[in-house]
């Protein structure tokens, strides 16, 4: 019997895992995909929002301005990078000012600190590349980027780390309440735990209708992206986003704390769940946009396009509720769910609290994860230090993004464990540079088949039915 | 200090160090990522390498130990599994490997020929899913050469550049079902011979003015919508034409390797995504020389052969210290020659200049002139983007002219 199980691996889950974590309380995390991250926390914009956006009193601007506030020092204990890049919204004549004034407004209510308007020149000296018919912005520095997936993957393991655990594959089909416990059942497998978490992000609402609960419904929302070459990532230093609408906030143009420049996203309603296909009207209107911002976007400079959906819920606010003692819902946490979400999983054991759980402090709470190396970010003693320990660190697999046979193995072996190429990708970059893999998937197959002992030609790309070769030549290997 | 280091041990690399040895220098290094000398050769397990330089037909692993052999008889010092991270404009030059870590080399010349990469799906904006099944066509023919694995077994190529032209022949000796090679363009960009050799021999179907308008398949490929696409490259919808595959090559060009180049402070020309050279192939910054597909991408390993001595005599000649000459000479190109292979001329000499063309002409004339004087013209039955043109510019052309202008001239 655990004492939580927690449904879903992405960055909600991950964070309040982790911040479970910090009592002494026996966790697991259920994923229905083969790794973590996998859903709107793989697939996103990376922008820590300063908080001016949600209406003032919700819980979206409440937990956003709190979780921002937190994530410097979240990112710093997981070993992830994380800037503080500020954020323009920008404006195009006088109706969009005044729109922007209401946005401080907002902002100021919110408790977003240091919000500015800029204009004119000195709008220009901060970004000079902003396009020549944008006249004014709001400017907040609190503003930032970070890798979410990268954040889920380090939280997930700092989690694991602290003693909880991790079944991927798991897909809840069935939750059955019984007196002080739930049983959560798989396909495959029964877990019986006190409390239920469901952060199940865009199937949270069929977890909670599972558990008896259907007061909300998630929809999914389609955004598409399109990622530039690092060449392109001084291309703006801010992240720039349109003065929003009716129609929504449009779409942004930011640097990634990778170095990359990142167009996007569209925004598109729908029902499927699972659609994450690209469009070339939606990848024609990210291009067409972005060229409207900011001057000097190099299309041929993209490396890939991809799209992300966002859990939009029923209530237009985050929906972090309990209507029952030991199950608690965290639905509809579309944007700014992932600045929050440090400050959601604090809210979220503010509620176990409240129903009276005990959770005692594990003074064993390790908070930081062992930092990965990273050879492209480290100096030339460290990189010599790193080489000397360890050769392979000497080794660069992945040309593109300087990532080395040394990382790529740590990655292999840290938790939570990757099983596929993809797995790598996310947590080392490799294949995530100009070339897309082109030259190092071969290798890294290798690595991966050493590593977890199964055959070369059974290394898949996404798990389940993503194989990567059929067999052997005529002739055999 | 190293008088010569040469980042890159494929067939650019192993020439330019023979032809600098041969010109008295001693002291090069030999700088290679991989964990063999040769390059991109040791995949291309096909024959038609050679033809130019000595006379028959060799596959490319057989080329490149021609130029191999040379390097271990004449003790030429190479590190392998040696990455270069580095090379600032006083040609200093920061590598790593598993043995020594990190360390640096002052070189007196550099020859870049780190060659090219192919260009990804991602730069093309294939709408759809992104499943696995989707290889550059030099991916799938390391797996199929050199690993001895097939990566699928119904195929699409997109693209008709040798590599996606080769690789049609290659699965289907291996027993694949290349369905059909689809190609933007109104004509291929690959070799006339490569067509007739591995498609046509296979009865492959050659789509021209076709593109893959969708992407299928939630984990693994599924399926691709392909279409004729309009003189302007839109899809036109009535001839959208599903395709269920497994696999799709993509042959859709070539990107010179240039991160290094830049971070020297070398000028690039925007049109070859090469270092912008001169008839030495000495690049903006004085010592360091580029040749082979770090330069512009060849159809021939030939010519990359030869441009690789050009650039390893001039290396050894600027070893030797010869003067710097006052001329500049620049070439000048209309909108059917693309660009020219050296772009600037600074010695009055003989000189070779290569040139590729933007679209397939007819009954086409080169014409090379200098104001209002026609220096020379060469006529030509047929000339396409996938074969590389040359002519010669003498000595006496370049007397009291300070411009070159290469157009083709075309009857209507």
Same mark, same amino acid.
Do not use: I
């Given at each position: 019997m655990y004492d939580v199980a927690v449904i879903g691996a992405g960055v909600v889950g991950a964070m309040t895992a982790r911040e479970l974590a910090k009592y002494h309380l026996r966790i697991c995390i259920l994923e229905r995909e083969n790794d973590v991250s996998m859903g709107a926390s793989r697939a996103n914009s990376g922008i820590v929002h =300063?908080?001016?956006? =949600?209406?003032?009193?919700s819980l979206k601007a409440k937990l956003n301005v709190q979780g921002a506030a937190m994530m410097e020092q979240v990112a710093r204990e997981l070993g992830v990078s994380y800037k503080n890049n500020g954020s323009l919204v920008i404006g195009y004549g006088d109706e969009d000012k005044q729109t922007l004034h209401e946005l401080l407004k907002r902002g100021q209510a919110n408790g977003v600190p240091k919000l500015t308007l800029l204009e004119g020149e000195e709008l220009r000296r901060r970004e000079p590349n902003l396009s020549s018919e944008v006249t004014c912005a709001l400017y907040a520095p609190t503003a930032g980027i970070i890798c979410p997936y990268t954040l889920t993957l380090a939280a997930v393991g700092n989690a694991m780390d602290n003693g909880a655990e991790l079944k991927t594959n798991f897909e809840v089909h069935k939750i059955i309440s019984h007196d002080g416990y739930y049983e959560i059942v798989s396909g495959t497998e029964t877990v019986l735990a006190k409390v239920v978490i469901n952060a199940a992000g865009a199937y949270a609402d069929t977890v909670a209708a599972m558990a008896g609960e259907p007061f909300f419904t998630v929809k999914p929302r389609r955004g598409e992206y399109i990622l530039l070459d690092k060449e392109c990532g001084n291309t703006v230093s801010h992240t720039i986003f349109k003065t929003p609408t009716k129609m929504g906030k449009g779409i942004l143009v930011s640097p990634t704390v990778d170095g990359n420049l990142l167009l996007g996203p569209t925004s598109v309603d729908m029902e499927d769940k699972e659609n994450t296909q690209t469009t070339k009207d939606g990848l024609k209107k990210v291009l067409a946009e972005a060229e409207n911002m900011v001057s000097g976007i190099n299309v041929r400079q993209s490396i890939r396009s991809f799209c992300g959906l966002r859990a939009v819920g029923s209530t237009g606010d985050f929906i972090i509720t309990s209507k029952r003692r030991g199950l608690i819902h965290a639905g509809g946490i579309e944007s700014p769910g992932l600045s929050a979400s440090p400050a959601i999983a604090a809210y979220i054991v503010g509620l176990l609290k409240e129903q009276g759980y005990e959770l005692t402090v594990n003074p064993q709470f390790n908070p930081n994860r062992p930092a990965m190396h990273r050879f492209k970010e480290a100096s030339r003693t460290e990189k010599n230090r790193m080489i000397r320990e360890n050769p392979s660190y000497g080794k660069i697999v992945c040309r593109c993004e300087s990532v080395t046979e040394g990382e790529i193995l740590e990655a292999i072996r840290m938790n939570p464990k990757p099983g596929d190429l993809d797995g790598v990708k996310r947590r080392t970059r490799a294949q995530m540079g100009r070339c897309q893999g082109g030259f190092c998937t071969p290798y890294i197959m290798k690595l991966l088949a050493k590593e977890l002992q199964l055959p070369y030609e059974q290394i898949a790309k996404s798990g389940g039915e993503s194989w990567l070769l059929s067999g052997t030549t005529k002739e055999g290997n | 200090m190293t008088d010569l280091v040469i980042i890159g041990g494929g067939p650019a690399g192993m020439s330019a160090a023979l032809a600098a040895y041969d010109r008295g220098v001693r002291d090069i290094l030999i700088l290679e990522r991989d964990d063999s000398l040769g390059g991109i050769l040791k995949q291309c397990i096909h024959n038609g390498f050679g033809? /130019?330089?000595? /006379?028959e037909e060799l596959t490319g692993p057989e080329y490149a130990w021609k130029y191999e052999k040379q390097i271990h008889e004449k003790q030429i010092a190479y590190k392998l599994n040696t990455m270069v991270l580095d090379i600032t404009p006083d040609k200093v030059i920061t590598a790593t490997n598993e043995t020594e870590g990190i360390f640096t080399i002052q070189a007196k010349a550099i020859i870049l020929a780190m060659g090219c990469r192919e260009r990804p799906r991602g730069a093309l904006h294939i709408p759809g899913t992104r499943p696995s099944g989707i290889y550059s066509a030099g991916t799938a023919q390391r797996f199929v050469?050199?690993? #001895?694995?097939?990566? #699928?077994k119904d195929v699409v190529i997109l693209g008709s550049g040798d590599i996606g032209l080769i690789m049609a022949r290659r699965m289907t000796l291996e027993g694949a079902k290349v369905h059909a090679v689809c190609e933007l363009m109104p004509y291929s960009g690959g070799l006339a011979r490569n067509i007739e050799q591995c498609l046509n021999d296979f009865d492959i179907p050659l789509k021209l003015s076709h593109t893959v308008v969708e992407i299928h398949g939630k984990k693994r490929l599924e399926g691709v919508t392909i279409a004729e696409v309009d003189p302007k490259g839109e899809p036109i919808e009535t001839t959208k034409e599903y395709i269920p595959c497994d696999t799709l090559l993509l042959s859709v060009g070539l990107i010179p390797e240039n991160e290094l180049t830049k971070q020297a402070g070398i000028q690039i020309d925007p049109v070859t995504g090469g270092a912008r050279v001169n008839q030495d192939r000495q690049t903006s910054v004085p010592g360091i020389f580029a040749c082979g597909n770090v330069l512009h991408v060849h159809d021939l390993v030939d010519f990359v052969s030869k441009e690789a001595e050009i650039a390893g005599i001039a290396a050894a000649a600027y070893l030797n210290g010869v003067p710097e000459t006052k001329t500049e000479i620049s070439i000048k190109t209309d909108g059917k020659i693309r660009y020219t292979v050296p772009e600037v001329i600074t010695e009055k000499k003989d000189i070779t200049v290569y040139f590729r063309v933007s679209g397939v002409y007819r009954n086409a004339t080169v014409c090379v002139t200098s104001g209002k004087n026609v220096l020379l013209t060469k006529k030509k039955q047929k000339v396409s983007p996938g074969e590389m043109e040359s002519v010669i510019i003498k000595k006496e052309m370049l007397e009291q002219i300070d411009e070159l202008m290469f157009q083709l001239e075309v009857q209507s």
């Open positions: =300063a908080g001016f956006d =949600a209406k003032p009193g | 033809l /130019h330089t000595f /006379h050469n050199l690993e #001895g694995y097939m990566p #699928g």
